[in-house]
């Protein structure tokens, strides 16, 4: 049973900064992506950026220059480091891990960042 946590989400003003962790508990491949996602009210969940276990990584187009993710494979950890938060980066942000081989994929509970202006 893999588990994903998140901390690290709250209020922030605009132009601030937020730093997001999340930890993965279980068993699973070091063979695997985690990345974070966000969905905001009547929106779709959305990529915001992802690193697989080899140091790639993808950003959103609207995230780029401003965040930045990392990854501690020994400690099944990943990081968002989020700066010059903008209002409509607001959102509730997901921790993901995705298995390369079986395809699995496991989400977290979700934490809420917002950004007032």
């Known amino acids: 049973q893999v588990q994903l946590v998140e901390s690290g989400g709250g209020l922030v003003q605009a132009g601030g900064s937020l730093r997001l962790s999340c930890a993965a508990f279980?068993?699973?491949?070091?063979?695997?992506?985690m990345g974070w996602y966000r969905q905001a009210p009547g929106k779709q969940r959305e990529l915001v950026a992802a690193m697989s276990s080899f140091g790639t990584t993808t950003y959103a187009d609207s995230v780029k220059g401003r965040f930045t993710i990392s990854r501690d494979n020994a400690k099944k950890m990943v990081y968002l480091q989020m700066n010059s938060l903008k209002p409509e980066d607001t959102a509730v942000y997901y921790c993901?891990?995705?298995?390369?081989?079986?395809?699995?994929?496991?989400w977290g509970q979700g934490t809420q960042v917002t950004v007032s202006s």
């Open positions: 993901n891990l995705r298995l390369v081989v079986g395809g699995g994929s496991y």
């Open positions: 279980g068993s699973f491949s070091s063979n695997n992506g």
